[in-house]
T-cell receptor, first 112, second 115 residues
């Protein structure tokens, strides 16, 4: 079964700092990759996804992610965070069997 | 219509109550899902329906009973729940096939509290 690893579960940074969240998955075949965000007390929202093509994917709210197949990674980045980016971030992998495997999440706190 | 709706938004119930959660989508999706999410944890898959048939049950206790009356509706019937069942219950749907290039669309969830 596929699994997803997210490191640095708690991230605290100041506004305007750059953010990078790591995501590694274990699955040798073709995968679809997703990053979801969950703001405090709110529901899961899709930030961006990778199906195929350009490995650099741009999402909403200035986020982007890069798929590196050789490293089984799909890291999320934002050059300059805002206080409103305080949220829980989940990486997920769909390996084509109606199952979405989630990582444990990164809790990101942005200090104004 | 590109959204998944869930009702109610909040539910408080006692351990002897019977209640139901409802999920609806009108995107023509033929796979629907129930997830349970505890605070600051990822969603955990509970059930998957594919073409209105239960295809995955992740060993969920029988006090949770799913139902898919038609391709647009998904219910989760609750009976004799425990306080540890308090969580956010998320519904999702995805296009037919279950293969790759298949995105799940999530609803806003029902926040359940069991007293």
């Amino acid at each position: 079964a596929q699994s997803v690893s997210q490191h640095n579960h708690h991230v605290i940074l100041s506004e305007a700092a750059s953010l990078e969240l790591g995501c590694n998955y274990s699955y040798g075949g073709t995968v679809n990759l997703f990053w979801y965000v969950q703001y405090p007390g709110q529901h899961l929202q899709l930030l961006l996804k990778y199906f195929s093509g350009d490995p650099l994917v741009k999402g909403i709210k200035g986020f982007e992610a890069e798929f590196i197949k050789s490293k089984f990674s799909f890291n999320l980045r934002k050059p300059s965070v805002q206080w409103s980016d305080t949220a829980e971030y989940f990486c997920a992998v769909n390996a084509g069997n109606n199952r979405l495997a989630f990582g444990k999440g990164n809790q990101v706190v942005v200090i104004p | 219509d590109t959204e998944v709706t869930q009702t109610p938004k909040h539910l408080v119930m006692g351990m002897t109550n019977k209640k139901s959660l409802k999920c609806e989508q009108h995107m023509g999706h033929r796979a629907m899902y129930w997830y349970k999410q505890k605070a600051k944890k990822p969603p955990e898959l509970m059930f998957v329906y594919s073409y209105e048939k239960l295809s995955i049950n992740e060993s969920v206790p029988s006090r949770f009973s799913p139902e898919c009356p038609n391709s647009s509706l998904l219910n989760l019937h609750l009976h004799a729940l425990q306080p540890e069942d308090s969580a956010l219950y998320l519904c999702a749907s995805s296009p037919p096939g279950g293969g790759l290039n298949n995105e799940q669309f999530f609803g806003p969830g029902t926040r359940l509290t069991v007293l």
